[in-house]
T-cell receptor
């Protein structure tokens, strides 16, 4: 069966510090991968998605970036965090063909102080 | 106007009640409709999935899609305290590469 792992689960970082959140998927090959952010009291906002190694599409202009160095690894990064980057970051995968069903990880809660 | 509108609640019901959760949307091109359940501090889990219009039933859960009215619903029968969670509707386009548009989520509390 397929599983998805995210880490760290919780992170408290000062403004201006770097960020790296990691996500790995097991039990499937060539998945589509996604990073979503969920701010307090709001729905999920798509940040990045990837259909293959090195292929990243950005949905929202911001100071975050994403990379996919391996087929089942997706990384969310920032060089300098802003207060507004605080939120719950969720990695998700979908299979091929893509029917719109997403399977989410447990999330990484980021607090920027 | 948001693409997907969902009343955030909170909604509080007694155990055993029938719960109705709803979303409206503005983009008539949406073809896939989903309901996700999210427990506190956890990632969302897919609960119901529907393609185009119609009804789908799974145990105590029934999903309805009315594309003519741009309205989707989730019904929970015989609600249980374990159903207490936030319910997110989501939808996407045909060939939309998994780019889901989510509602804000409705927080449901089922009291024993």
């Amino acid at each position: 069966s397929q599983t998805i792992h995210q880490w760290p689960a919780t992170l408290v970082q000062p403004v201006g510090s770097p960020l790296s959140l990691e996500c790995t998927v097991e039990g499937t090959s060539n998945p589509n991968l996604y990073w979503y952010r969920q701010a307090a009291g709001r729905g999920l906002q798509l940040l990045f998605y990837s259909v293959g190694i090195g292929q990243i599409s950005s949905e929202v202009p911001q100071n975050l970036s994403a990379s996919r160095p391996q087929d089942r690894q997706f990384i969310l990064s920032s060089k300098k965090l802003l207060l507004s980057d605080s939120g719950f970051y969720l990695c998700a995968w979908s299979g091929i063909p893509n029917t719109g069903e997403l399977f989410f990880g447990e999330g990484s809660r980021l607090t920027v102080l | 106007q948001k693409e997907v509108e969902q009343d955030p609640g909170p909604l509080s019901v007694p155990e055993g009640a029938i719960v109705s959760l709803n979303c409206t949307y503005s983009n008539s091109a949406f073809q896939y409709f989903m309901w996700y359940r999210q427990y506190s501090r956890k990632g969302p889990e897919l609960l119901m999935y529907t393609y185009s219009s119609g009804n789908k039933e799974d145990g105590r859960f029934t999903a309805q899609v009315d594309k003519s009215s741009k309205y989707i619903s989730l019904f929970i029968r015989d609600s249980q305290p374990s159903d207490s969670a936030t319910y997110l509707c989501a939808m996407s386009l045909l060939g939309g590469a998994g780019k889901l548009i989510f509602g804000q989520g409705t927080t449901l509390q089922v009291k024993p």
